[in-house]
């Protein structure tokens, strides 16, 4: 499945090919598939999508895509200068 438009370089469905994969390695190949998607592309649903696909409760790599779902979810501070700025 290379080529896949939600994993376009297949790292999510490898991680879940390895045995014994470590939670922390799974935040690293999930960094790396996170940044290897399309800017336009909606990482949320994406996640969602592959969530569907593999989401093998109890597997490291299903708490870290869960866990970046929560994220996401999650609102965003506005720091430095923009955030003291008065308009």
């Known amino acids: 499945m290379k080529g896949d438009i939600y994993d376009p370089k297949a790292l999510i469905r490898e991680a879940y090919n390895i045995d ?27 996640i969602l999508k592959l969530l569907e696909r593999h989401g093998d409760h109890g597997h490291p790599m299903t708490e870290v895509m869960q866990e970046g779902l929560q994220t996401m979810a999650a609102p965003r501070r506005r720091g430095g200068w923009q955030a003291r700025r008065r308009d």
Request: glycine residues 4%; hydrophobic residues 40%; negative net charge.
């Open 20 to 46: 014994g994969i470590t939670a922390s390695e799974c935040r690293t190949i999930f960094l790396d598939w996170a940044l290897s998607l399309p800017v336009e592309m909606d990482q949320k649903d994406t």
